[in-house]
Antibody, heavy 121, light 108 residues
Framework: QITLKESGPTLVKPTQTLTLTCTFS??????????VGWIRQPPGKALEYLAY???????RYSPSLKSRLTINKDTSKNQVVLTMTNIDPVDTATYYC?????????????WGQGTLVTVSA | DIQLTQSPSFLSASVGDRVTITCRTS??????LAWYQQKPGKAPKLLIY???TLQSGVPSRFSGSGSGTEFTLTISSLQPEDFAVYYC??????????FGPGTKVDIK
């Protein structure tokens, strides 16, 4: 059974760096045919793709946020870590991580429950 | 960059109604499109991928069609548990994984 769970701070001050961890089970992030993505959703707004990491360590970023994002994986801990620099109140959102497979077209078939991050002084 | 639009952005319907939501992309993406359902306070749930393939466990009243730049999600007979927000997502244009703005399906 595949599960994912996001963790990190609930409150962050502007200009700080946000670090979020996605801890997963039920799959291994070691092959090119599997990947984990990060998606966020500001309150009352739409989903926004942030970053993606393939099992072969290839990485993709949203062009609009690329300069602020870094995604990495720790296969020994079954974790994917997303860092976002220079946080701003507009980054207040629920942050999700999600699993995808080449065999199912890379769509996000399993999602974490999400973690709400509030950016405020 | 590829852009996704959804129409309508909001629709009000009754239980038993047939509901259709459209997603359009600014460039052709073949059939690399998915539909997600999101209920309040919950993570999105994958309904359809590859434009028309039903994800395992999803009721057959949900169906998807289209290719290229225009896609539709149809709910053949709306049920009380289907009131939610629906998002399309593309995986063939740049940037990958782009989501549409969403369509809220509300109770009439």
């Amino acid at each position: 059974q595949i599960t994912l769970k996001e963790s990190g701070p609930t409150l962050v001050k502007p200009t700080q760096t946000l670090t979020l961890t996605c801890t997963f089970s039920g799959f291994s992030l070691t092959s090119s045919g599997v990947g984990v993505g990060w998606i966020r959703q500001p309150p009352g707004k739409a989903l926004e793709y942030l970053a993606y990491i393939y099992g072969n360590d290839d990485k993709r970023y949203s062009p609009s946020l690329k300069s602020r994002l870094t995604i990495n994986k720790d296969t020994s801990k079954n974790q994917v870590v997303l860092t976002m620099t220079n946080i701003d109140p507009v980054d207040t959102a629920t942050y999700y991580c999600a699993h995808s497979l080449f065999n199912s077209g890379w769509y996000f078939d399993y999602w974490g429950q999400g973690t709400l991050v509030t950016v405020s002084a | 960059d590829i852009q996704l639009t959804q129409s309508p952005s909001f629709l009000s319907a009754s239980v038993g109604d047939r509901v259709t939501i459209t997603c359009r992309t600014s460039q052709g993406i073949s059939s690399f499109l998915a539909w997600y359902q999101q209920k309040p306070g919950k993570a999105p749930k994958l309904l359809i991928y590859g434009a028309s393939t039903l994800q395992s466990g999803v009721p057959s009243r949900f169906s998807g069609s289209g290719s290229g730049t225009e896609f539709t999600l149809t709910i053949s007979s709306l049920q009380p548990e289907d009131f939610a927000v629906y998002y399309c997502q593309q995986l063939n244009g740049y940037p990958l994984f782009t989501f549409g703005p969403g369509t809220k399906v509300d109770i009439k």
